[in-house]
Each structure stands twice: as C-alpha cells, then as structure tokens.
C-alpha cells in the first residue's frame, strides 16, 4: 500500500529562524514529489514539484531536497515570515497505468511561526 | 491567471438530503481530480476524470457519483447525506496530455459541506 509519512506532526518555530520538514514515502511506481503548503480551510498551493531525477529544488525561500535511493525528502524554510504558519503537505504521486496517476497525501506539518 | 474554481463554497444540507458540487478546471486542463478532506485530516481521493471520462476511482462512497461535462467542468453529486460526509471537498487540475510527470496540480479553494 503506498504511504506517505510526515515529520514532525507539528512544530513552532521564531520568526526570522529556519526549519526543516521530513516526508518518507513508500509509493510505487514513483512518479514524482510535491509539496503543498495548506492554509486552514483553504486549498493546497503547489511550492514544489520534484521527478526522479532532481535532488534539489528552489522556490523563493523554500527548498526540496528528493534521496530516491532512501524515498525521503524535505522541505527547508529559510528566514521564516508569519505568513509561513500553515500545514505544508507532502504528496507522492505514482503512476497506475494507461496515463494516469494517483496521488498520495501525507497528513502535513503544521507550522506555526510566532513572533 | 484563472484558477481552479470550485461553487458553492459553502453547503449546509440536512441527513438524507442531496447535494451537488461543482468544479471549473483550469482552461484547457485536461484532468479533474476530487478529494474529501475531514477537519484535521490529509485529503482522501475519491475519484479522477482524463477528457471527461472517469481515469482512477478512490475511496468514493457508492451514494456520489461524479461525472465530467463536454466543457471539462466537472459535478460531484452527492445523495443520502449523512453526518459523516462534512468536509471540505477540493477539486484539482491538470493538464496531462503529453507529459510524462511533473505536470503540476492545481486545488481549488474547497467547497464546504456540514451536514446537520
């Protein structure tokens, strides 16, 4: 069964510090690895998405490392705003034949940045 | 830029009651995906649509049923509403037709149900 693991389930961090998100998937066949940060009730927005062959990935302050040999990633907030307080979402997507994939969600980090 | 649009936002219906969600792609997305997410939880699939014909099938209970309309919108219906179907219910999209992977996805901003 494929599952996408988050760590940690939450964590409060100062603003202006940075902090490091962990995915671990078992997901088969891989296709490729976003992240999603999620405001409460809102919709997730893609920062990031990740193929096979990428180990680093960049968007602004956020940046996703991809270890295929060992299925994990991660999600490192340089300098955090207020703005960064959300759930941020790992989601795993493998392909299930004839074109099409599904998508696997990790529960998320909640973060909370605080003053 | 136009995003995914879902409607209503907001849905109070009571138990027994049927209740229809809608979803507007992006333009010239080719690829609707629904999912079901309760308070605190991560989204859970429930079905996806490739040029409107129904591509995967997930945990969709056999009350829904969803379908894909010549404009590519998209309606989840839903019948016999029990309590347990209050969520927040996201539709995504994307344009899949020649691309491998990396395409990226993009979710609505919800629509939310509470059944009473």
């Known amino acids: 069964k494929n599952q996408v693991e988050q760590s940690p389930q939450s964590l409060i961090i100062l603003e202006g510090k940075n902090c490091t998100l962990q995915?671990?998937?078992?997901?088969?066949?891989?296709?490729?690895l976003r992240w999603y940060k999620q405001d409460t009730g809102r919709g997730p927005v893609s920062l990031t998405i990740?193929?096979?062959?990428?180990n680093t990935k960049s968007n602004g302050r956020y940046t996703a490392t991809l270890d295929a040999d060992t299925k994990q990633s991660s999600l490192h907030i340089t300098a955090s705003q207020l703005s960064d307080s959300a759930s941020y979402i790992c989601?795993?997507?493998?392909?299930?034949?004839?074109?099409?994939?599904?998508?696997?969600f990790g529960k998320g980090t909640k973060l909370s940045v605080i003053p | 830029a136009a995003g995914v649009i879902q409607s209503p936002r907001h849905l109070i219906k009571e138990k027994r009651e049927t209740a229809t969600l809608k979803c507007y792609p992006i333009?010239?997305?080719?690829?609707v995906y629904w999912y079901q997410q309760g308070p605190g939880q991560d989204p859970q699939f429930l079905i996806s649509?490739?040029?409107?014909?129904?591509?995967d099938k997930g945990s969709i209970p056999d009350r829904f049923s969803a379908q894909q309309f010549s404009d590519y919108h998209s309606e989840l219906n839903m019948s016999s509403l029990e309590l347990g179907d209050s969520a927040l219910y996201f539709c995504?999209?994307?344009?899949?037709?020649?691309?491998?992977?990396?395409?990226?996805?993009?979710f609505g901003e919800g629509s939310w149900l509470t059944v009473v």
């Open positions: 990740m193929t096979f062959s990428e």
């Open positions: 995504a999209s994307t344009l899949r037709t020649g691309r491998r992977s990396g395409n990226t996805i993009y």
């Open positions: 989601v795993v997507s493998a392909a299930s034949g004839a074109g099409s994939y599904q998508l696997t």
């Open positions: 995915c671990n998937y078992t997901v088969s066949p891989f296709s490729n």
């Open positions: 333009p010239r997305h080719d690829t």
């Open positions: 649509f490739y040029e409107k014909m129904q591509s």
